[in-house]
């Protein structure tokens, strides 16, 4: 079992920034692929950015250029720095990892809200 904790969301006028963090904890070992994902009101949850354990990242066409995803193993933390925010990155933001058995495991949610 992996557990998850975010932190970071909050409130911030279009155009700020914020970092969201992740720290797992558990059966941390078996860890692979780490990542975020949102879920706005009404909508399905998408996904956001991911991040290997080698270092390799994904992200969405929406959010390329602006948010950079980036792990601290040590600390077994996933983080997702968010510049220039727009009122549509407006969703609760999940933390999700998988494990090297294909498990996901998901965070609570933070929610990020950003104002026009």
């Known amino acids: 079992q992996v557990q998850l904790v975010e932190s970071g969301g909050g409130l911030v006028q279009a155009g700020g920034s914020l970092r969201l963090s992740c720290a797992a904890s558990?059966?941390?070992?078996?860890?692979?692929?780490m990542g975020w994902y949102r879920q706005a009101p009404g909508k399905q949850r998408d996904l956001v950015a991911t991040?290997?354990?080698?270092?390799?990242?994904n992200y969405a066409d929406s959010v390329k250029g602006r948010f950079t995803i980036s792990r601290d193993n040590a600390k077994n933390t996933v983080y997702l720095q968010m510049n220039n925010l727009k009122p549509e990155d407006t969703a609760v933001h999940y933390c999700?990892?998988?494990?090297?058995?294909?498990?996901?495991?998901w965070g609570k949610g933070t929610l990020v809200t950003v104002s026009s």
């Open positions: 999700g990892v998988t494990d090297r058995v294909g498990i996901v495991y």
């Open positions: 558990g059966s941390i070992f078996s860890i692979r692929a």
């Open positions: 991040i290997s354990s080698g270092g390799s990242t």
